[in-house]
């Protein structure tokens, strides 16, 4: 039943997102759509059970374990899968001082804040680990409807990447950080004085961060070995496209079950492992596989961020809560101000090492931007605080700041962004009476030229070998590394992929065409 419940809250949602985009709804982000049903569907077995109708508390309960196994490991892996590798490594030492020490920032401030008003009797007591806890938590940002927006008003690509790229590392970060205080709790650490604490737990970070980043990095190399040398050992996948897409599925997952099997972050390392797939074994593949994989990745990652967001609004009436509303304002508070603390201040010290600024418009978004959701939710389940009330203080004030961010934060980016004159003077004039917030229809109606990427070695040397312009990691990629792990196709290579494409799609048409009875002369025939 608990599946049945799952598969039809899916069904609803997939409809409404339908309707959304059918009827052209694009001001309305989608998350804000499956959100408030969720709360809607939430009341309205909140109804029945009180008139004793049925009882669907155990069904509608959301498992933090099956977030963890099922749900975020594709929507973290085909972040990194999707990703735009360009931007993202010309900005990855920003992105990484964002993602890792501005997160780490913005625990310290919320969760010694916390700390702090408690000992001081201003809001509810909580010890050092566990307010520790609860700022790594609610410092994870999703700014689905943000870049959504970004997107729709064409702002500056650098503001875009510097916001998607620091929510994605950011979600591993966090999760690591709440991981490491959980650690530190299940341990006695009474004896152990607050130097020796902060030290074991930069300690244990560091471990988890490095550890898991490497182990990711490594499995996704090995898979572009793998599809590199098929021909080689006379194993060529590529002829076989069902074979070959399952291969690549297991290599999306095994990073995750080894990772965590070994004690580090199977979401840190599923991140990398997807960024580095992408941009390495991605382009052995065969033409179909590569569609495949993107529009498979970008299903289920859909079907999984559309089930925690159903799961969000129906978690209102699902548990019992504990709501303490100078907890809540002061929690409000601390995040919105540790988020300060992390932009502002790194913003003006990378601008220092940065040809392309970031402009005082730029930071303040940055900062606005800084939604809170799905992440934040599960893990707030997902701590095994003692006592019960404790857990449940988090749980609810975790889920009014999410509903917060959101709707409130969320529903004013748009208006922000144009009363601050951020977007781009063409788009603006294009885009004054269509934004597009459907995250589902852009995805849905384009294919990355990226990801069909099939460069002859011709191509390759045209396009990159020759630019004078690359330095770093980019050039370190181009001249040595993406040429080891990355086939450059022959003529015959491209001759065969084509077919390969034409034969599958003539096959798929007649098979239309011919209908359920099988024979077009015999449909002819009936007909």
Same mark, same amino acid.
């Given at each position: 039943?608990?599946?049945?419940?799952?598969?039809?809250?899916?069904?609803?949602?997939?409809?409404?997102?339908?309707?959304?985009?059918?009827?052209?709804?694009?001001?309305?982000?989608?998350?804000?759509?499956?959100?408030?049903?969720?709360?809607?569907?939430?009341?309205?077995?909140?109804?029945?059970?009180?008139?004793?109708?049925?009882?669907?508390?155990?069904?509608?309960?959301?498992?933090?374990?099956?977030?963890?196994?099922?749900?975020?490991?594709?929507?973290?892996?085909?972040?990194?899968?999707?990703?735009?590798?360009?931007?993202?490594?010309?900005?990855?030492?920003?992105?990484?001082?964002?993602?890792?020490?501005?997160?780490? !920032? #913005? %625990?310290?401030?919320?969760?010694?804040? $916390?700390?702090?008003?408690?000992?001081?009797? +201003?809001?509810?007591? @909580? *010890? /050092?680990?566990?307010?520790?806890?609860?700022?790594?938590? !609610? #410092? %994870?940002?999703?700014?689905?409807?943000? $870049?959504?927006?970004?997107?729709?008003?064409? +702002?500056?690509?650098? @503001? *875009? /990447?510097?916001?998607?790229?620091?929510?994605?590392?950011?979600?591993?970060?966090?999760?690591?950080?709440?991981?490491?205080?959980?650690?530190?709790?299940?341990?006695?650490?009474?004896?152990?004085?607050?130097?020796?604490?902060?030290?074991?737990?930069?300690?244990?970070?560091?471990?988890?961060?490095?550890?898991?980043?490497?182990?990711?990095?490594?499995?996704?190399?090995?898979?572009?070995?793998?599809?590199?040398?098929?021909?080689?050992?006379?194993?060529?996948?590529?002829?076989?496209?069902?074979?070959?897409?399952?291969?690549?599925?297991?290599?999306?997952?095994?990073?995750?079950?080894?990772?965590?099997?070994?004690?580090?972050?199977?979401?840190?390392?599923?991140?990398?492992?997807?960024?580095?797939?992408?941009?390495?074994?991605?382009?052995?593949?065969?033409?179909?596989?590569?569609?495949?994989?993107?529009?498979?990745?970008?299903?289920?990652?859909?079907?999984?961020?559309?089930?925690?967001?159903?799961?969000?609004?129906?978690?209102?009436?699902?548990?019992?809560?504990?709501?303490?509303?100078?907890?809540?304002?002061?929690?409000?508070?601390?995040?919105?101000?540790?988020?300060?603390?992390?932009?502002?201040?790194?913003?003006?010290?990378?601008?220092?090492?940065?040809?392309?600024?970031?402009?005082?418009?730029?930071?303040?978004?940055?900062?606005?931007?800084?939604?809170?959701?799905?992440?934040?939710?599960?893990?707030?389940?997902?701590?095994?605080?003692?006592?019960?009330?404790?857990?449940?203080?988090?749980?609810?004030?975790?889920?009014?700041?999410?509903?917060?961010?959101?709707?409130?934060?969320?529903?004013?980016?748009?208006?922000?962004?144009?009363?601050?004159?951020?977007?781009?003077?063409?788009?603006?004039?294009?885009?004054?009476?269509?934004?597009?917030?459907?995250?589902?229809?852009?995805?849905?109606?384009?294919?990355?030229?990226?990801?069909?990427?099939?460069?002859?070695?011709?191509?390759?040397?045209?396009?990159?070998?020759?630019?004078?312009?690359?330095?770093?990691?980019?050039?370190?990629?181009?001249?040595?590394?993406?040429?080891?792990?990355?086939?450059?196709?022959?003529?015959?290579?491209?001759?065969?992929?084509?077919?390969?494409?034409?034969?599958?799609?003539?096959?798929?048409?007649?098979?239309?065409?011919?209908?359920?009875?099988?024979?077009?002369?015999?449909?002819?025939?009936?007909?």
């Amino acid at each position: 039943m608990t599946i049945f419940f799952t598969l039809l809250v899916l069904a609803i949602c997939i409809i409404l997102v339908h309707l959304l985009i059918r009827y052209r709804l694009h001001f309305l982000p989608e998350s804000v759509a499956v959100v408030s049903l969720g709360i809607l569907m939430g009341a309205v077995i909140k109804i029945i059970e009180f008139k004793k109708l049925a009882n669907w508390k155990e069904e509608e309960m959301f498992r933090p374990n099956m977030f963890f196994l099922l749900l975020l490991p594709p929507i973290i892996f085909e972040s990194g899968y999707s990703l735009h590798k360009g931007n993202f490594f010309q900005n990855i030492g920003s992105i990484t001082l964002f993602s890792v020490f501005g997160t780490a !920032i #913005s %625990a310290f401030v919320v969760g010694g804040g $916390i700390y702090f008003l408690g000992q001081a009797d +201003v809001i509810s007591k @909580l *010890n /050092m680990t566990d307010s520790f806890a609860f700022g790594s938590l !609610i #410092s %994870a940002v999703d700014p689905v409807a943000t $870049i959504a927006i970004f997107n729709a008003l064409h +702002v500056d690509p650098v @503001l *875009n /990447m510097l916001v998607f790229g620091e929510s994605i590392l950011n979600d591993a970060v966090s999760i690591v950080l709440t991981n490491t205080a959980e650690g530190l709790t299940r341990k006695n650490m009474s004896d152990v004085s607050g130097w020796q604490t902060f030290l074991q737990a930069l300690g244990y970070f560091l471990k988890m961060f490095f550890g898991s980043a490497a182990l990711g990095t490594l499995t996704g190399l090995i898979s572009a070995l793998i599809s590199f040398y098929y021909d080689e050992h006379h194993i060529d996948l590529r002829k076989t496209p069902s074979l070959e897409f399952g291969m690549m599925i297991i290599f999306a997952y095994l990073p995750y079950g080894l990772a965590e099997g070994i004690s580090l972050s199977g979401i840190m390392a599923i991140l990398f492992s997807g960024i580095v797939m992408s941009h390495y074994t991605h382009h052995n593949l065969s033409p179909v596989t590569q569609i495949l994989m993107q529009q498979t990745l970008r299903t289920v990652a859909f079907l999984c961020e559309t089930c925690v967001f159903a799961f969000l609004g129906l978690s209102i009436f699902s548990f019992p809560h504990k709501f303490e509303i100078s907890f809540v304002v002061w929690c409000i508070v601390l995040v919105l101000f540790g988020r300060a603390v992390n932009i502002f201040p790194l913003s003006y010290l990378l601008n220092f090492f940065r040809d392309h600024k970031i402009t005082p418009k730029m930071m303040f978004i940055m900062w606005f931007s800084g939604l809170r959701g799905a992440i934040p939710y599960a893990l707030s389940l997902h701590l095994d605080l003692e006592p019960m009330e404790k857990r449940q203080l988090i749980g609810t004030t975790t889920i009014i700041i999410v509903l917060f961010t959101i709707l409130l934060l969320g529903g004013s980016t748009m208006p922000l962004i144009r009363l601050m004159d951020i977007e781009d003077a063409k788009a603006r004039r294009r885009n004054k009476k269509d934004v597009n917030l459907s995250k589902t229809e852009k995805m849905g109606n384009t294919v990355e030229s990226e990801h069909l990427s099939e460069l002859t070695e011709e191509e390759y040397e045209a396009h990159y070998i020759r630019r004078q312009d690359l330095k770093g990691f980019l050039w370190l990629d181009v001249k040595y590394l993406n040429p080891f792990f990355t086939r450059r196709l022959t003529q015959e290579d491209l001759h065969h992929g084509r077919i390969q494409m034409k034969t599958l799609t003539n096959k798929w048409y007649e098979e239309v065409r011919q209908g359920p009875s099988g024979s077009e002369d015999e449909e002819q025939e009936l007909l």
